[in-house]
């Protein structure tokens, strides 16, 4: 069953995400496509994530089509024009690659390439509407497409974004551009995330909760210090600390499992995304304390 | 107005370094208010200038530096300098360094100063981005904020992730601009506008380059009126 048929049957979805390599070795990549190919329902494939330079994320989604695993592909507006972008969606589309996420992408000066122009020729939104444009066999300029795409399209949110409500308004438009499922930014507050889905809920689509897993008490902290829209609430941080520097991952691994299970058992949103940045091979053991395998 | 910044000394001289004489042009309008290209700016370039061993012939702040005619009318009176003279100088922007270019067909033109935005004056010699001549203003739809200017993405439909407690994530200095014009149309009472419209990707013709504008009435079209 596809990404798309698994999310309107109801079952909770998980995906998680792989982050293509600066360089052509992928033998560790493929490692980790294999380690998660039947457990999850679909694969994110970031691109060129915190604007590093890396594989592109198509090349990275049709190998994970070549492993029997279906891939997300990640499309940000940073750098392509509506040409570029276009041009690399129909490419996708006769890859069989279904599935695209629209985001607007890092700035290159969080990134290792600061020199370089930024493009944002487009933004998400709009990209959004370039989709379902190409969808229905129309290019952005309004000329007719021999054959037109199929894809089923996806956008994010930061439920936690501070100040909120210009988020919100945000996550609407996206909904009109004709988003279908959302990838949440990390969510460690499961009560405010259930505020979050009271309103989400209104809307016809699917939201995956964002998790990331805690690695220890000080990542927690610089989280909060440093990283947009994510909030890892005290006593998150207080347990991290007790289990003691060895035992910090195993608590974090729990606390990400954890929070699984309640979203589900809870039926609060549609499924999960798992960022587990650098530790995929730890995605299946969230997943069995999770009780999903 | 352009905002200009002076260029680095030993720069500039590496320029210049072939030539011995010089003749300076400031420019009363942005670049003295900047204070890149009025009369203590010259002074003080002539100076500095000395004291490498050069000859500055002589100089003066033009009206509009980039106004071509007018400068070259206002040169004139300094021929005598003007023959002995290598090299120009000119302090303003890019613009007038341009005009200096197109007035001084024989004679290498050099800018002193880097041109970096159109800005606000937000208190003496500070300075802001705000607009980016982008040929289509879209100001009207956006509480009169330009999200293509003060949004380092020049995104049009709202914050991005990147937003953290209302501040960018290319820099904790710069508020984020989205959430400045949700701020904005809320107290405007047009937050309603601002979830109704998503704006359309922009339309980039509007700013290829190089533009031009007549605005001068067409002499015959009038007589024929």
Known sequence: MSFKDILSSGKFVVTAEVGPPKGTD??????????LKGKVDALNVTDNQSAVMRICSMAVCKICLEHGVEPILQMTCRDRNRIGLQSDLLGASI?????????????????????????????????????????????????????STDFFQGAVVTPEANPLEPQLIKFE???????????????????????????????????LAGIVVLKSAGMANFINNNVPGIRVPQELIDELKAAGKEKALDTGLNIAARHIKQLKEENICDGVHIMAIGMEDKVPTIMERAGLL | MIITKKRDFQELMENIKNYKSFFLIGC???????????QEAIDALTEALKAEGKEVEGGFVAKTGCQVLGTKTELKPFKEALDKTECILVMSCGAGTQAAVEIFEDKPVYATNDSLFLGNMTRFQFFDERCSLCGKCILDKTGGICPITACPKGILNGPCGGCKDGKCEVSPDIKCAWVRIYERMKKLDRLQDLCDNALEAKDWSSSIKPRTLVTRPDKKEEKKK
């Open chain 1, 173 to 207: 438009k996206k909904v009109r551009a004709g988003a279908r499922f959302f990838q949440t930014q990390a969510i460690y507050d499961i009560n405010k995330f259930k505020d979050f889905m009271k309103y989400a809920k209104k809307f016809p689509v699917k939201i």
């Open chain 1, 95 to 147: 890859l069989n690659i279904k599935n695209v996420l629209c985001m607007t992408g890092d700035h290159v000066l969080a990134g290792d390439h600061k020199q370089a122009k930024p493009v944002y020729d487009v933004e998400s939104v709009q990209l959004l509407g370039v989709v379902n444009s190409l969808n229905n066999g129309k290019d952005m300029a309004g000329n007719d497409l021999k054959g």
């Open chain 2, 28 to 38: 009363s309008e942005c670049a003295s208010l900047c204070g890149t290209g009025n």
């Open chain 1, 26 to 35: 992928i033998k560790e990549m493929i490692h980790h496509i294999e380690l």
